[in-house]
């Protein structure tokens, strides 16, 4: 009878303990989302994600995987040099779920596989609220030699003197509101 007590005792301690342990191995000791912090909320849909590891991958990036809602996103990291952190600036189009109208929640899972295969995982959730984003300034200059320009001569825009206040990167798309007759006009877009 003491023995069958002591057997439950025990039993029930490492059943009060053994979730504990699961959870904490779970979240890493090989892997570390550092940024965005949990449930932090971001203003600008330009979101960098960092995550570290306790020991290099950079020899071989095979066992790291990431997920930003469901999307694979593991491509767009990049690698430090000593392997030990991986680092990525995800925008909309990477699946960044933002709105002017509102808080996004947004769900980012990262995995590494460790030695012997085991898997270390870590789920981190944070907010995307962009109401309170300014709008960016577009500033396009044009060279004095080019004020007036004649047919097919070329001409060269400049939007480097663009800004945006909240620091979110800029994407520049020429385009022309009216055009003399005949004209052909090269389009492009470019990212600073």
Sequence with gaps: MKLKLILRVVIVFAMAFFPASQAFSSKGGSLEIIKPALMETLVTSNVKIEVCFDFSIAENL??????????????????????????????????????????????????????KGKKHHQTLKFLVDCSENQAPVADIELDELHRQVFVHETVALDGSGSLDADQDPLRYKWSFVTLPKNLRVQSFQSDF
């Design 62 to 115: 095979n066992p790291f995987r990431a997920w930003l809602n469901g999307k694979s996103v593991e491509s767009l990291f990049i690698l430090s040099d000593d392997g030990l952190t991986a680092t990525a600036l995800l925008s909309a189009k990477d699946g960044v779920k933002a709105s002017v109208k509102g808080p996004r929640m947004n769900v980012f899972r990262a995995e590494l596989e460790g030695s």
